[in-house]
């Protein structure tokens, strides 16, 4: 456990990197266990109602191919997904009002009947959507904060509020979710101390998973001149955040493996536990393209649950069978 200052100090100082991966590492073996959690994600609309200054997706971005899987297909992605052994599947989306809460309700319902634990991502919804959502079936919620400092928030996310942000995230804990949050490292402007703060907050909300990712700028966005995130400071947010919530789900997020082509191992060995292979099939991965060069997006499902679990199993990890539940409650 840090503090603060700790913590700015650590993000500032590369000398002492070996030690904080493993550090985070035993801390992750001690609390979560070897096995890693794979959850089959389906990238189901990348049509989206905001204008996030660094999202591929945004709405003002026409130059995008946009998409949309209606419940028939969405279902036979996920059937196949649980066929192929995933326990949990994550269904993510731009904030696209097509899909009202009859229409998700009635996804969540069907899916359920697979026997699987459903992970949602879809922006910021009413109470009473979540609420709908909740009773359906939908067992957790994935929606990252991106940054805590207001300003830079404010400035990243045009026609956005942050207090709405926080509100979100309040309700899906009232309902009972799983809460998953987390932050972009490398927006212009971040400092360590927002990077601290971020990693503070993860803890006072009692997030029961944080996924991190560095920042990569997409040429057809406003912030296509900026420099990237950094690969390592990333890692070293992740890592942080391990220290901080020692039992709680971390993914080994794609955005890493594309800064890194080894990035979700390194991950895995520097406090990550989950990794979320996409079982959509090539025609819809190259179009949700929130930042450019994304792994994967010529591969098929089959491809990526075998190649992801041999490396997995090269670095002498096991490959999860149950739900994977935070705080392991099965
Ligand atoms: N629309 C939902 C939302 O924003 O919560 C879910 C989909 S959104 C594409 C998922 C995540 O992609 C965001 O939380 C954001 O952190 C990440 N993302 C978007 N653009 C990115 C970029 N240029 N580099 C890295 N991550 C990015
Ligand atoms: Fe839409 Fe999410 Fe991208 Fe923002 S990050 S533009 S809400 S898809
Ligand atoms: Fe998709 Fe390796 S995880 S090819």
Request: proline fraction near 4%; charged fraction near 30%.
């Amino acid at each position: 456990m840090f503090t603060k200052s700790e913590i700015i100090e650590i993000l500032k100082d590369d000398s002492k990197n070996e030690w904080l991966f493993a550090l985070a590492d035993k801390i992750r073996r001690d609390n979560v266990g070897d096995s890693v959690h794979l959850r089959g994600l389906i990238e189901f609309s990348n049509i989206c109602r905001c204008s996030c200054k660094y999202c591929g997706l945004r709405s003002s971005n026409k130059k995008i191919n946009r998409y949309r899987i209606l419940k028939d297909e969405l279902l036979h992605y996920a059937k196949s997904a649980v066929k192929m052994g995933y326990k949990t599947l994550v269904l993510q989306s731009g904030e696209d009002v097509y899909y009202t809460t009859d229409k998700l309700t009635e996804i969540i319902r069907e899916i359920k009947k697979f026997d699987v634990a459903l992970t949602l991502s879809v922006g910021e919804r009413s109470f009473e959507d979540y609420k709908a959502f909740k009773e359906a079936g939908a067992d957790r919620y994935l929606i990252r904060i991106e940054t805590t400092d207001r300003n830079l928030y404010s400035k990243m996310h045009p026609n956005m509020s942050f207090d709405n942000r926080i509100k979100c995230l309040k309700d899906l804990k009232v309902l009972g979710y799983e809460v998953g949050t987390g932050c972009l490292v490398g927006l212009p402007e971040q400092t360590y101390e927002s990077l601290a703060d971020d990693i503070l907050f993860f803890k006072e909300i009692g997030a029961d998973m944080v996924g991190i990712g560095p920042f990569i700028p997409h040429p057809d966005t406003p912030l296509k001149d900026e420099n990237k995130g950094s690969f390592i400071l990333a890692l070293k947010v992740m890592a942080l955040t391990r220290t901080m919530l020692p039992d709680i789900n971390i993914p080994a997020t794609t955005a890493m493996e594309t800064l890194n082509p080894n990035g979700r191992i390194i991950a895995l060995q520097s406090g990550a536990n989950v990794v979320m292979p996409n079982v959509t099939t090539s025609e819809y991965r190259e179009k949700y393209e929130i930042y450019p060069n994304k792994i994967c997006i010529h591969e098929n499902p089959d491809k990526c649950r075998d190649c992801i679990s041999s490396k997995i199993q090269s670095i002498g990890r096991t490959i999860s069978t149950n739900y994977g539940f935070s705080h392991n409650k099965e």
